[in-house]
């Protein structure tokens, strides 16, 4: 049974956390196969599989730091432990609830993918197969991303927070802020990846075509990336689901950020800053395009504003009741 009285409080779980988030990236710059240069991008096949090797051994090392705490310190037992980092037992119906939840969110530019831009009919096994399994951009973006940081920023985070005795609202609303902290590091890949040969780093830095737009990135990415570590946390709580998070996060990924200005079938601008999340923790820049070569009737963009809103709505009515689950970790 988790213990009724705090087993260390809440800031040494923050900076359990913390620590956490070092071990995940620090490898990122300490070793030069990992790092970002003018040569060699975060998107380059040979810096992405060292990353992946990396962030898997990042994961085991505070796997095993989160799991001696709760048997030594929190005298657990290993289903109280699996439960805590959301392993076990698993509720594939508080799992599809979850991923309703997230998808209602979504519906405004879900319906914009789907039928203004006609991508349902590639919806299927190999399109899986082609994005993911045969791309490793995608399965940086999609699997080894969503899974490793879920795992560091929601599982081992959030239990030893309820190791902790935090309350629900501060789980939420405070333990994502290091999730969001955790991508402002990008801004110095930014910095290095922009250096011209013969050129220092803080000449670079000090260039307002590059430091300008990295700050700003910077800013929108620990925003972004923060308010959906709070509707994951969120999830987390009430359901103790690793997987309902994992798969949220994913679609989150394979959505990119929705459409908030512009007509539908038309590219917002020229660049957009879909929120994809990779194994590093970083944010891949593309373009949210529509429609080629064909302008459509504003009907189009009325009704996608209307849905987007309507799925706002929906998810902020429905949180509650497709978030119930009576394996949750802690009460509102």
């Known amino acids: 049974m988790v213990p009724t009285i705090p087993v260390f409080?809440?800031?040494?779980?923050?900076?359990?956390?913390?620590?956490?988030?070092?071990?995940?990236?620090?490898?990122?710059?300490?070793?030069?196969?990992?790092?970002?240069?003018?040569?060699?991008?975060?998107?380059?096949?040979?810096?992405?599989?060292?990353?992946?090797r990396a962030v898997i051994w990042s994961c085991v090392v505070s796997i095993v730091i989160t799991v001696c705490i709760h048997l030594l310190k929190g005298h657990l037992t290993v289903g109280e432990v699996l439960h805590l980092l959301g392993v076990y037992p698993v509720n594939v119906i508080d799992t599809v609830k979850s991923f309703l939840l997230v998808a209602i969110l979504f519906a405004g530019p879900l319906s914009e993918r789907a039928i203004v831009e006609g991508e349902w009919r590639s919806w299927g096994g190999a399109a899986i197969k082609e994005t993911v399994y045969d791309d490793l951009i995608g399965w940086r973006n999609l699997v080894v991303g969503p899974v490793s940081e879920e795992l560091v920023f929601r599982s081992l985070a959030i239990s030893l927070f309820v190791l902790a005795k935090a309350s629900a609202q501060r789980i939420t609303f405070t333990s994502p802020l290091i999730f969001g902290v955790a991508h402002v590091h990008h801004l110095h890949e930014h910095i290095n990846s922009s250096r011209r040969p013969g050129a220092s780093y803080l000449a670079t830095a000090l260039t307002p075509s590059v430091i300008?737009?990295?700050?700003?990135?910077?800013?929108?990415?620990?925003?972004?990336?923060?308010?959906?570590?709070?509707?994951?946390?969120?999830?987390?709580?009430?359901?103790?689901?690793?997987?309902?998070?994992?798969?949220?996060?994913?679609?989150?990924?394979?959505?990119?950020?929705?459409?908030?200005?512009?007509?539908?079938?038309?590219?917002?601008?020229?660049?957009?800053?879909?929120?994809?999340?990779?194994?590093?923790?970083?944010?891949?820049?593309?373009?949210?395009?529509?429609?080629?070569?064909?302008?459509l009737s504003v009907t189009w963009t009325l009704?996608?504003?209307?849905?987007?809103?309507?799925?706002?709505?929906?998810?902020?009515k429905l949180r509650w009741s497709l978030t119930n689950s009576h394996l949750a970790l802690a009460q509102f």
């Open 9 to 52: 409080s809440p800031h040494v779980a923050g900076g359990l956390t913390v620590l956490f988030t070092i071990i995940y990236i620090a490898p990122f710059y300490f070793s030069p196969t990992l790092r970002s240069n003018s040569i060699a991008n975060r998107n380059t096949p040979s810096v992405i599989e060292a990353r992946i």
């Open 212 to 295: 300008l737009p990295g700050l700003i990135r910077s800013i929108f990415q620990f925003l972004y990336t923060s308010l959906f570590g709070m509707i994951a946390a969120f999830i987390y709580v009430r359901t103790s689901s690793l997987v309902a998070c994992i798969l949220a996060h994913s679609f989150c990924n394979w959505m990119g950020l929705p459409r908030f200005w512009g007509r539908v079938g038309e590219e917002v601008g020229e660049e957009m800053l879909d929120q994809t999340h990779g194994a590093d923790g970083s944010v891949a820049d593309t373009l949210q395009s529509g429609t080629h070569g064909q302008r």
């Open 303 to 316: 009704a996608y504003y209307v849905v987007l809103f309507a799925g706002a709505i929906g998810f902020w």
